[in-house]
């Protein structure tokens, strides 16, 4: 083979045209050698090139050119020194989607995650050109110290919560206000001692698909998280507030927790080159672990005091998928004569005492609501009320997973363990997002039906009932789940 092999690139390749509208997806990438290298010499820049968990097939050839199939990207070793040198990744189409063919050298243990990531979106060509080219030193544009990409000041001191809060915000929002709205006693601390720190603000890939949007988010946070903790070593490493929409009252903010990774301090990675593979890693991680995050509201209190903080100081464990399978129901108490909100909550789920927070499957609604400019409103609950205002509830409580948007319970009295209480199912659409209070609250009441039982067999019967399971409960309660 020659040493100095011919590495032009046709202008084009048409035949790319026909995979713009297939989803993203993994596939092999083809591995070229042009120089002479041994069996075990490819056998070692194929491991080096699969270290970032891409699969490849070895070839042995005398130019770059196109593979067959559905190969948009591939990986050409163009010196037998591609230690140093580096290595050819090819692209068939970059991101203009005009079928444009282009080049760059990058390190061969950064091609396989390049490949990964352009695959399924998480970067684009220009981004990883931008990022991971090596120049004619055998340098990279991640060896550059000199960019600004670093985030906020590190802090000179700890705050006595043991650990800053990392957040990451949508691109259309202040970091001021964000603070100012989650920050624990904002207005009687100094910047200084704000827990809240702001790392980035990011910008969501273009798509229509809000799913796809949110992950655009995620993915960069995480690939962030840990250039931000080699600069401040009192972030919290594994736990990150992620702000996906222009609008977080609406809906909310994600909590986020990232797989196990080693902070880089001590024994770990601390060249920015491998912060950045890391970050990658984790970012490729976060598209296969979608139980790893929650949607919290958007609020001091009911979102970073008592779901955030509650999880990252370990108060209570990280919802398994089985907690978070499990249905939630809404429950009305009224005639009770005086007892305390949460009265039968016992009774109903003998388990309730001991359930930590985020793991209750039961919700009850408060006497005292907020009304958005009103004020406080006091609510004196009875069953027409619960069934009128059940839609409203829902969105109330639209942050709570599993919520049933169908059925509720009514605490009707203060002997519910000898009377039991009502089993009330009401039909509506159950969409909770962006409705105002009125239109839920002036919804026409139809398909409404109720039923009396035992108060220590309602839960039961709730979670099997709205499944279709009624084999063996009475006509009753057959024509209440029908």
Known sequence: MSENPDLSLPAKAPSMARYHDEPMTLHPAVLYTLVGLTDAELGDLERECEAGCI???NERGTSVRLPHGHGLYFIAAAEKDWQTKGVLLVTLDDDELDCNVDSFRIKAVDAGLSVVNLQIGNSSWDEEKDGY????NGESNDDDDGDDDDGPP???????????IPIYIHSSLSEDKVVADLEPGFKMKSPED????VQAKLTPASSASDTTSTQSIIQQAAALQPLRCAKNKYLHKTYILVIDTADPIENGMLMVKLPSWDAGSRSGPTEKTDLRRVGKELALASTSQQQQHIRIPYSCHDGLQTRFLTLANGDADWPSEDVRAQPVFAVFQYSTRGKELGFGAGSIDPSAARRKPGEERLVYAPELVRVPGQGLERIAWNYDEAVRRFPWFCREKRFVEGLDTTFFLCVDGDDVA???LLLVRRKWDGNVWGRARDELLGLSVDGVKDVRVPIKEALALLEKGRK???DGMSESLRGFFS
Not at 133 to 136: A, G, V
Not at 154 to 162: D, F, N, R, S, T
Not at 194 to 197: I, K, L, S, T, V
């Open 468 to 470: 279709g399971e009624t």
């Open 154 to 164: 590190a802090p000179k001191k700890i705050v006595p919560l043991g650990y800053y």
């Open 55 to 57: 699969d490849t097939g």
């Open 194 to 197: 704000f827990a809240c720190r």
């Open 133 to 136: 080219e090596l120049h004619p």
């Open 418 to 420: 000898k009377t039991g």
